[in-house]
């Protein structure tokens, strides 16, 4: 996140908080190296698991206090909210992870998914840590770190022909994940917004700049 204001978390715990994001980049990677109907079964899995155990914790007390005495200093006051019962973030992470991988090609996913676990980490410590000028929801700072830390993920993450239109692509695309991160905050998960917006505008982009150019990687299980 990248609200000026601290809110419920002190930087020290948002920079653990980030720490065990950064071990969601194991997703992509795996899923690059795998077909997808594999990913989508494992990520099912995984995702239903989450589910049960986030709700599971607002109604059994013995589950609740072994969840919170373990990842209490991490949850933000709207994941403790018991009237609300809402997801936490790390479950959310896994339902968009599903979701994307149902819905966007390979390339899409990787790079959109790889985005949001680094520039959604970049832009909470950069905003949290030197956000002073506020901009649209949260800092001008977190959004700029967001969005330049993005442009390098998409110097490195794969292309299909490597084409220079694939890497204009990528990078308009990061400018749009930058402002959804900006203003996902109090109405939508950004672990949801950000790598799906990046898909889409991706998939637009590519129909519309490169018509002719099949969405598979190559060499790739599919």
Known sequence: MTQIDNGTINYRDELVRKLIHLCSLSIPIIYYFIPRTSAIIILSI?????????????????????????????????????????????????????????????????????????????AALIGRKFGKHKFLAKSLEGTL???????????????????????????????????????????ADDNLSIPISIGLTMWGLYLLMLPNLQLILPNVPQ
């Open 46 to 122: 995984f995702t239903f698991a989450a589910i049960v155990l986030d709700l599971s914790r607002y109604f059994y007390p013995a589950i609740g206090k072994v969840f919170y005495s373990i990842f209490g200093f991490l949850l933000r006051k709207h994941e403790v909210d018991h009237k609300k019962k809402n997801l936490n973030g790390a479950t959310y992470v896994f339902i968009s992870a599903l979701i994307c991988a149902i819905i966007f090609p390979k390339i899409f996913f990787v790079t959109g998914f790889t985005i949001l676990i680094i520039s959604d980490s970049s």
């Open 145 to 187: 770190a967001f969005f330049l830390s993005a442009s390098i993920v998409v110097l490195f993450t794969p292309k299909i022909e490597y084409q220079l239109t694939e890497y204009l692509i990528g990078i308009i695309a990061a400018a749009i994940g930058a402002i959804v991160e900006n203003i996902s905050f109090g109405f």
